[in-house]
Structures are given as structure tokens and as C-alpha cells.
């Protein structure tokens, strides 16, 4: 496929550009994901939390795509954190998913305050020495959780999924994640649809390419080496933001969405977020 795919660092690869699930119910997953596999994506990133495994893959099962042609990732709950309830909890999801390995498992949030992640982990390595996870990585993880887990475990997490879009960069995280060869994969990649979309230096870029702004912000992403993975179920959408690949950002137009970074958060800080 046209699609660029990045090499993690246990040598698996990932495509670049995916295809988010979250807020889309079960009984829906199923007819998006499909619209998703139609328009060529073949990386799909759902989570327990989410509700919709089981949506997913059926979708994936529909589509007679061969599985070594799809990549699956899912994350594991808050809920389920600690070593024995990680490995049930990995159980459930590849069951709702009908799948016998999924490519990439995540760890959905550190919960510092809980000091469960480190056992959560272990748990993650031992899913990946059995083959069932062809890469293991976390999420919401901030350069010190990720520090300790280089500390006190021994598989250097291949990804961290973190929020991340042009008014909220991320250099510090991004810097540690080149300094330890985890990649960096972008959540609410389009900052959610909302204000950015709309943003008026975006806008310019979109007519000067003639492009859109979401495909201008995705450009933008996969330039700077980020997996991105933007979510819309509306089918004229989900075609659109996979067509970003004919067209190039140049580095005044890199240098100008640079400039829109703002610090802002759409979702909670990883450092102190604690819910169920
Ligand atoms: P997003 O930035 O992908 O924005 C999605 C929204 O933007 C859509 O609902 C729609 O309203 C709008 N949109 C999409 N395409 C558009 C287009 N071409 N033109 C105009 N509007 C468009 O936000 P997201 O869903 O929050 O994030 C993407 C994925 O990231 C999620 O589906 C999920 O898989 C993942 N995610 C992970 C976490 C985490 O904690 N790990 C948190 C949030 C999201």
C-alpha cells in the first residue's frame, strides 16, 4: 500500500496512518471499521475502554483481509493494572477481537499515584515472549514513568500513544522518545475536530496545497516521523484523511504549524488522571 510504515524497535512494523475507534459504539465499529478497510487503511487502534473490540473484529474478520496484512493494536483498562489481571484482561480483549494475537498492546494510562504499571508490564513482556502481542508499548506514559519502566523492566516499550497535534507538541516527550528509540504515535491527531480544524494559519496552508486542514495536520504529523492514527466515522471522511500521501509540507509551511503550539490539552494530565 502507499502507506509509510515505520520499523519499531524489536523490528516489527507499523503503518504510519491508522485508523482510531474510540467513541464509536460496537453495533457502529463494525460498519466504520469496514469503511476504513475499504478506503486502505489496515491499521486499527481500539482499547478495551472503548467498548467496540468485539465491532472491530468482526469487521476484521468481514473484510477477508489477511491477518498478517492488518495491524491490531488494543490497550488494556485501568482497571485491569497488576500482573495476574493484566493477563485476564489481555484474554477478554483478544477474545472480543476473535483474534489470536493482536500486533501492538498497550498500557492506556501510568496511574503514577497507584504504582501499578511496573507489574502491569511484566505482565505485557510475558504476552509478547508468548507470542500473543507482536510488540508491547503504553500510552499517557511521560518521560519519567517511561524512565522507570528502562529502569526496572527489560523491553523497551516499542510506543508510547500520547496526545499530541499542533497546539500541543510535545517536544520534551518526543525528544526522550528519539533518545530511546520508542516511537512516537499521536492521539486526538486533529485535535479532535474541534477549534483546530478551523484555525486560521491551517486554513491557509489547506488553500495554498489545496489541500484540507485535516489533511494539512496529518501531513504535518507523518513529516515529523509520528504514527497518527485520526478517527471520523463519516465515510467521505475516513477517505480523506487517508489521502495525504501525494502532496509535501515545506519547511516554512513545517516552521508555521511549529509556531501554533500552544500547550494545550484537550484530554487530562497523565501525571495526575486517576479514573475508571
Ligand atoms: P481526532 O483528532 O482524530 O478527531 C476526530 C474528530 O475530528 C471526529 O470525530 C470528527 O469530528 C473530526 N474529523 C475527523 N476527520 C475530519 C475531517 N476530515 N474533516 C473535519 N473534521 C474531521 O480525535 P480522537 O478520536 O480523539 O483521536 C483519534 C484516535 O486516537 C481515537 O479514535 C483513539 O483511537 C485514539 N485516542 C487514544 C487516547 C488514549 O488515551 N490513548 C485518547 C483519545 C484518543
Not at 512494523?13 to 460498519?31: H, K, N, R, S, Y
Not at 468482526?58 to 493494536?73: M, N
Not at 515529523?224 to 509535501?248: C, H, Q
Amino acid at each position: 500500500s502507499k502507506v509509510p510504515h515505520i520499523t519499531l524497535n524489536n523490528g516489527v512494523t507499523m503503518p504510519q496512518l491508522g485508523f482510531g475507534v474510540w467513541q464509536i459504539p460496537d453495533d457502529e465499529a463494525f460498519t466504520a471499521v469496514g469503511h476504513a478497510l475499504e478506503a486502505g487503511y489496515r491499521s486499527i487502534d481500539t482499547a478495551a475502554i472503548y467498548g467496540n473490540e468485539e465491532g472491530t473484529g468482526k469487521a476484521l474478520a468481514a473484510s477477508g483481509i489477511a491477518r498478517d496484512e492488518l495491524f491490531v493494536t488494543t490497550k488494556l483498562w485501568n482497571t485491569e493494572q497488576g500482573y495476574d489481571s493484566t493477563l485476564r484482561a489481555f484474554d477478554a480483549s483478544l477474545a472480543k477481537l476473535g483474534l489470536d494475537y493482536v500486533d501492538l498492546y498497550l498500557i492506556h494510562w501510568p496511574l503514577p499515584a497507584r504504582d501499578t504499571y511496573v507489574d502491569t508490564y511484566k505482565a505485557f513482556e510475558k504476552i509478547q515472549a508468548d507470542g500473543r502481542a507482536k510488540a508491547i508499548g503504553v500510552s499517557n506514559f511521560q518521560p519519567p514513568h517511561l524512565q522507570r519502566l528502562l529502569n526496572e523492566t527489560s523491553v523497551v516499550p516499542a510506543v508510547n500513544q500520547i496526545e499530541l497535534h499542533p497546539e500541543l507538541q510535545q517536544a520534551e516527550t518526543r525528544a526522550f522518545h528519539a533518545e530511546h528509540d520508542i516511537a512516537t504515535e499521536a492521539w486526538s491527531p486533529l485535535g479532535q475536530g474541534k477549534g483546530l480544524l478551523e484555525n486560521a494559519t491551517i486554513g491557509k496552508l489547506a488553500e495554498k496545497h489545496g489541500k484540507t486542514p485535516a489533511q494539512i495536520v496529518l501531513r504535518w504529523h507523518l513529516q515529523l516521523g509520528n504514527v497518527v492514527i485520526p478517527k471520523s466515522a463519516t465515510p467521505s471522511r475516513i477517505k480523506e484523511n487517508f489521502d495525504v500521501f501525494g502532496f509535501e509540507l515545506d519547511a516554512d509551511d513545517l516552521s508555521t504549524i511549529a509556531g501554533l503550539d500552544a500547550d494545550k490539552r484537550l484530554g487530562p494530565d497523565p501525571a495526575t488522571f486517576d479514573v475508571a
